[in-house]
Nanobody, 115 residues
Framework: QVQLVESGGGLVQAGESLRLSCEGS????????MSWFRQGPGKQREWVGT???????NYRDSVEGRFAISRDNAKNTVYLQMNDLKPEDTAVYYC?????????WGQGTQVTVSS
């Protein structure tokens, strides 16, 4: 079955960086677009960015230029590099894959940015 497992979250100070990882299994990883979402405290889940193919990416405006998504198909892993983190980036971050017309989510990883 499809599984997505995120890792790499933590507590950082504003201006610092983190890299999140999401390892997928149970599907042909290299053929799938992969996305990152986040859900801040008291907020709805929101889209962060997507990678299609090996390197085509797009991002929500608030993270453009600070966040970067990449992937290593040999490791079935997608990454979210987050730089210049801000307190408003505090959220649980989820990776997402649409496989066979169904949307799959990981369990999420907490990112907390202190000011």
């Amino acid at each position: 079955q499809v599984q997505l497992v995120e890792s790499g979250g933590g507590l950082v100070q504003a201006g610092e960086s983190l890299r999140l990882s999401c390892e997928g299994s149970g599907f042909i990883f290299s053929r799938n677009g992969m996305s990152w979402f986040r859900q801040g405290p008291g907020k709805q889940r929101e889209w962060v960015g997507t990678i299609i193919g090996d390197s085509q990416t797009n991002y929500r405006d608030s993270v453009e230029g600070r966040f970067a998504i990449s992937r290593d198909n040999a490791k079935n892993t997608v990454y979210l590099q987050m730089n210049d983190l801000k307190p408003e980036d505090t959220a649980v971050y989820y990776c997402n894959a649409a496989v066979g017309g169904r949307s799959y989510w990981g369990q999420g990883t907490q990112v907390t940015v202190s000011s």
